[in-house]
């Protein structure tokens, strides 16, 4: 079993609809979450993070934290065409020398059209 | 702050040569990540350091791979010698609190080796 598993995708939405991108992580030790967008031929660039359970909303975006799960999710409102890229999903595991490690999953790509 | 530097944006080597990437990171950030992307692996962590402190290099993939941090402002990551399967993104992320603000990436380096 991959440490950070995300639904494969592709996954096409139209213009102003929810996007709703999942992901699951082995390690119940994990602490932290976090949400990286990568669009194509770009570096990943931070979106979002939480770190307890329940949601967390910034602007269109919400993450939803359920730890007994496992399960960690990020719903996009309003979805525009911009919003076309990959997201990956990242965990953060427990100490030792995993403190400052993320674990990515292979990311989820998302295609909004017009 | 010019955020997290990379060189060089697109290496294309031979077979055999050694290649030396450079990264400088944002001031003030205590953690240095080196990943590589591909499409089959995704993002893998290769090393990080703390401190300019190698943390942990479980991920670095044989000895054909080293990575210093000399400074805090400064690390290389060498292959040598290279090899066709090496050719991938490799990116450079720093932090201040990996746990609480995940990484800040550069904007990697396009290696090629034929």
């Known amino acids: 079993q991959k440490e950070v598993e995300q639904n494969s995708g592709p996954l096409s939405v139209p213009e102003g609809a929810i996007a709703s991108l999942n992901c699951t992580y082995s390690?119940?030790?994990?602490?932290?979450f976090f949400w990286y967008r990568q669009y194509s031929g770009k570096s990943p660039e931070l979106i979002m993070f939480i770190y307890s359970n329940g949601d967390k909303e910034d602007g269109r975006f919400t993450a939803q934290l359920n730890k007994a799960s496992q399960y960690v999710s990020l719903l996009i409102r309003d979805s525009q065409p911009s919003d076309s890229a990959t997201y990956l999903c990242a965990v953060n595991n427990a100490g030792g020398t995993s403190y400052g490690k993320l674990t990515f999953g292979q990311g989820t790509i998302l295609t909004v059209h017009p | 702050d010019a955020g997290v530097i990379q060189s060089p944006r697109h290496e294309v080597t031979e077979m055999g040569q050694e290649v030396t990437l450079r990264c400088k990171p944002i001031s003030g950030h205590d953690y240095l990540f080196w990943y590589r992307q591909t499409m089959m692996r995704g993002l893998e962590l290769l090393i990080y350091f703390n401190n300019n402190v190698p943390i942990d290099d479980s991920g670095m993939p044989e000895d054909r791979f080293s990575a210093k941090m000399p400074n805090a402002s400064f690390s290389t990551l060498k292959i040598q010698p290279s090899e066709p399967r090496d050719s991938a993104v490799y990116f450079c992320?720093?932090?201040?609190?990996?746990?609480?603000?995940?990484?800040?990436f550069g904007s990697g380096t396009r290696l090629t080796v034929v």
């Open positions: 390690d119940r030790g994990s602490q932290s």
């Open positions: 992320a720093s932090s201040f609190e990996p746990r609480a603000y995940g990484y800040t």
